[in-house]
């Protein structure tokens, strides 16, 4: 006779269990891109423009081929009689792979060489003698509509401007009627800067095309391998089973591993030219340089209000700065993301929203940097544009969002830019984060301390951002919908493999999604081995980013383990020999409904799946499920942060900061509270020292972790977590909504608001993040708005 | 054994080869290297210890921290030559063959890594540390780790790790 099982003790859902992969990452053990060496592996180095403009009048590659040791270099000419000097890009552009007529932006990709050692290749790019005429450089939209301004991308035909898309959503009559209405309107611009997701480890590909065969294999750094090859075949006009796209373990990703780069298409090339495998490893200012930028947006907003606090409509304008080539990689149909999702916790009756997407000479931007798609410009804005409306009215920033809130009982609510918020519970979250920093008693202090000269300030932030596209009606990339898939193999002895066609990069998914499957199914966690990141096994997805792994590959997870209990359900009642009408499930067992104690355990059932299955019955126990979730996943959450700023300095002290998460159920509470503390601090490094702009020349400034700070141990706060609200997904199999992007989505207004409380009294209405010590400084001593837009300001 | 090298024409780049003797987790090597060989090279490709990774390549990120007689050194910014005749001490040489080094339980036990990346540096930083201080307070664990990046976790749970481990040190 079985017993049920107490999931805890199995890791099943809401277990903190310890994680499966650290087990090899403990011990050095770990397979990144850069630890795979194969037979006759060769080098790549890439040879990257040092101008951010300039027609390229002759390429000299003789000295480089000179070198012992070189066995191929290649430039862009090259590369188009293969076709491949273009490629197309995520979001339907086109962009170089290597530069034959422009450089348009700098670390562009120019040439490559490939070599016996890496050591030997940058020894041969730096004999690479290029000749630039350069040309006038736009760093920023203003520039980019001025009247004259050069065409950056003069490759396409029917560009005649700098501008990629003008993109509109909502009401804009009622939005007028309700400014119409308004006792006050609230005006606030400001811009998002250029981030780098900077992930520890950068970009890589070995390329090993097998002329055998015909097959090519690639080892690579990509959150979304079938992605991957989807443009592979495109672009290399190969057949897709004849490419195998490998993620091994990568060392982050927050967005900048989605995208297709010219280092991965080079390597291919260059390994199918020389039928031999080709290593590329990008290094670090080559990563900043020319990967995945995010933000780069400049938002101006009006807020229609009623005297009593009531938010009537909202217009937003946003210019976005993509670089020189439009490489999002984001849903077809929405130009600028789900940046329309912004003030999607308030009960808003009248929305407008118009956007404008211009050319630059930056590095391709826009990825979703620890981001769904263009929502943490949106929240971003947003909290901005509550703090100022609250200062307008003259209300408590806290009673403000109180009246603005979407109500419980609103919910499911539709916006009014579209979206279905369908659950949630603000008004209770916003109360525990309040009493968990001390409201009341923090603004007693604050005006007590500003008696004596200081000044403390506290920002509050409050959100919902939709997660995890799709559903497939209104999500898809290049025309592949956004579902997503797993599968469950359960062996004779009750061990099972589970592949799903997500990618983990950190967040743990060998660990959680077994958890899943042992909620589902009672299999010990430990006996479920989870493999993702080979296109040969796993079944089609589109990989991890956007917080789209639990909502959706979570979701087909226990999708394909309820089908296995379907079946094991029917090999129950065989073992028993009862009708399966007559059997009932608790975890881990089947037992005969007015027997309890006659049972039989999944594993025997899993047993009897492969040695006595009823007569016509299909053996074995295996299944997949493709899953389209109805809607995206709703998480809310609240950030509260505490400040001292130093009036002297301009620097800025975090005195306290709280978080109030509601991501609905929680599968590995432990995995979910490092990934809230991981998007915390992301947000402090953005609103306090991430700094990466462009000068004048379009000189990259921040080209290094010498220069582009990102917090370390000595400079991150502490942060409190609370997970005491949960509000489960109601479409969701198992109620989990998305949340490893939350704290970076939401986090950084709370700490640009409770600067911008401390420093209240000056009137100033904005400072641009990264809030650096000079522009506080500058805010307070001469009372004005700090713009961080590029050219940055070269003082003399 | 045989070593096979290719016929090179011109071997016109005239770099001397130099021949030193490190000594790497315990076991002696002698190696023939371009003086500008980077340590991190030698030990990532060299000696196959790929639990080194390499990250910034300007000092900053500490991915690559080793510790070279006893003392921690990013890796990525030392010449392979400058260990001659020292020890060095990677990720790979922490656990012994049956059992782990606390830090290693630490850093599982308090969640102390996400993709992992970071983490053998962090874990070197931190031995550096706790063998000079084995009972280091939450401030002096967050000073010594403060040459190591982190993208993933937001460090709270990694100085969590570093005083689990302390403590468990401590009770041996």
């Not at chain 1, 423009?49 to 000419?77: C, F, N, Y």
């Not at chain 1, 962009?95 to 041969?124: S, W």
């Not at chain 1, 582009?708 to 000595?714: H, I, V």
């Amino acid at each position: 006779m079985s017993q049920a099982l107490d999931e805890n003790k199995i890791g099943g859902l809401g277990a903190s269990r310890k994680r499966v992969e650290d087990n090899r990452f403990i011990r050095g053990r770990g397979n990144y891109v850069d630890d795979i060496v194969l037979p006759g592996m060769l080098h790549m180095e890439i040879l990257r423009s040092p101008m951010a403009h300039a027609r390229i009048k002759s390429i000299d590659t003789s000295r480089a081929w000179q070198v012992p040791g070189v066995r191929l270099v290649l430039t862009g000419e090259m590369a188009a009689t293969r076709n491949l000097a273009w490629m197309p890009t995520l979001s339907y552009d086109t962009q170089a792979v290597l530069a034959t007529d422009k450089v348009r932006f700098q670390g562009q990709e120019v040439a490559c060489v490939v070599a016996d050692d890496p050591y030997i290749a940058k020894d041969a790019c730096d004999l690479i003698d290029v000749e630039y005429e350069p040309l006038p450089v736009i760093v920023n939209p203003r520039q980019a509509v001025a009247e004259g301004a050069p065409i950056i991308r003069d490759d396409k035909e029917n560009q005649p401007d700098n501008v990629i898309y003008n993109w509109e959503v909502g009401d804009k009559a009622g939005t007028d009627r309700a400014f119409a209405e308004a006792d006050t309107i609230s005006k606030l611009r400001l811009h998002y800067p250029r981030s780098h997701p900077s992930p520890i480890e950068c970009c890589g590909s070995i390329a090993d095309f097998d002329r055998a065969t015909g097959k090519l294999t690639v080892y690579m750094t990509s959150q979304a391998p079938h992605i991957i090859r989807a443009a592979v075949a495109m672009v290399a006009e190969l057949p897709e089973h004849m490419i195998r796209i490998v993620s091994p373990d990568i060392g982050g990703g927050f967005g900048n591993k989605v995208p297709v780069y010219p280092g991965y298409v080079c390597s291919i090339l260059c390994s199918i030219l020389l039928e031999t495998p080709v290593k590329w490893i990008e290094d670090k200012t080559g990563n900043l340089i020319s990967t995945g930028f995010a933000r780069d947006m400049y938002l101006d907003s009006e807020m229609a209000l009623r005297a009593d606090g009531k938010i009537l409509g909202v217009r937003i304008h946003a210019d976005a700065d993509h670089g020189a080539f439009f490489s999002d990689a984001q849903p077809s149909k929405f130009k600028i993301g789900l940046l329309h999702s912004a003030f999607a916790c308030y009960d808003i009756p009248a929305g407008h929203l118009t956007a404008r997407g211009t050319y630059s000479n930056k590095a391709p931007g826009g990825v979703a940097y620890r981001c769904s798609f263009r929502v943490t410009e949106a929240m971003f804005f947003q909290e901005r544009m509550v703090h100022a409306a609250a200062n307008d009215l003259g209300m408590d920033a806290a009673e403000f969002r109180r009246k603005n809130f979407v109500r419980d009982d609103q919910f499911p609510y539709r916006t009014a830019f579209g979206f279905l918020v369908d659950s949630g519970q603000p008004q209770k979250c916003l109360e525990v984060g309040l009493k968990a920093v001390g409201y009341e008693d923090f603004l007693r202090q604050k005006e007590e301390a500003k008696s004596r000269g200081r000044l403390l300030g506290i920002g509050i932030s409050t959100m919902t951002e939709p997660l995890g596209a799709g559903n497939s009606r209104e999500y898809d990339i290049l025309g592949i919908k956004m579902f997503d898939s797993a599968e469950l193999r359960v062996h004779m002895s009750g061990k099972a493999i589970l592949r799903t066609g997500a990618k983990s990069q950190g967040q743990g998914h060998e660990t959680t999604w077994a958890q899943i499957v042992s909620h589902e199914l009672g299999i010990p966690a430990d006996d479920v081995t989870v493999e993702e990141g080979d296109t040969d096994t796993a079944p089609f997805g589109m990989g991890t980013y956007a917080s789209r792994s639990t909502p959706v590959a979570g979701a087909a997870v226990s999708m394909v383990s309820r089908k296995i209990r379907a079946k094991a359900r029917k090999l129950a009642a065989h073992l028993l020999e009862v009708s399966e009408e007559d059997i009932e499930w608790e975890l881990g067992r089947f037992y005969v409904r007015s027997a309890p104690d006659r049972g039989v355990s999944i594993q025997e059932c899993a047993m009897a799946a492969y040695s006595n299955m009823p007569d016509g019955m299909e053996p074995g126990l295996e299944n997949n499920a493709y899953y389209d979730p109805p809607n995206l996943t709703w998480p809310f959450a609240v950030y509260i942060v505490t400040v001292e700023v130093d009036p002297e300095t301009g620097v800025w002290d975090v005195l306290n900061m709280v978080a109030v998460d509601d991501c609905g159920v929680r599968i590995n509470p432990m995995v979910v509270e490092g990934q809230i503390m991981g998007g915390l601090t992301e947000a402090y490094a953005m609103a306090n020292m991430q700094f990466i702009t462009f000068d004048a020349e379009g000189n990259c400034v921040g080209s290094n972790y010498m220069d582009y700070l990102l917090p370390t141990a000595w400079e991150t706060p502490g942060f409190e977590l609370h997970s005491e609200v949960v509000t489960p997904s109601p479409h969701h199999p198992i109620g989990a909504k998305g949340v490893g992007e939350c704290a970076a989505v939401g986090g950084p207004a709370a700490f640009v608001n409770a600067v911008m409380d401390a420093i209240g009294d000056t009137g100033v209405r904005n400072i641009d993040m990264p809030l650096l010590p000079d522009r506080v400084w500058e805010a307070i001593k001469y009372r004005r708005d700090i713009s961080g837009a590029p050219p940055v300001r070269t003082d003399d | 054994m045989t070593i096979v090298h290719e016929e090179r024409t011109d071997t016109g780049a005239g770099i001397p080869e130099n021949r030193i003797t490190v000594t790497v987790n315990g076991k002696r090597s002698v190696v023939e290297c371009e003086p500008r060989l980077l340590l991190s090279h030698l030990l990532r490709q060299g000696l196959r210890l790929t639990g080194t990774h390499m990250g910034c390549d300007t000092t900053n990120c500490g991915a690559c921290t080793v510790l070279v007689d006893g003392r921690p050194a990013k890796s990525c910014t030392m010449l392979a030559v400058q260990a001659d005749g020292r020890e060095v001490t990677t990720v790979e040489g922490l656990a012994t063959a049956s059992e782990l080094h606390p830090l290693q339980e630490g850093f599982k036990e308090e969640h102390g890594l996400q993709c992992g990346f970071c983490t053998s540096g962090m874990m070197m930083a931190a031995k550096a540390l706790l063998d000079e201080n084995p009972d280091p307070t939450e401030e002096e664990v967050r000073w010594a780790l403060s040459g190591n990046l982190c993208r993933c976790t937001g460090y709270q749970n990694i100085v969590k790790s570093v005083l689990w481990a302390a403590k468990k040190l401590r009770s041996e």
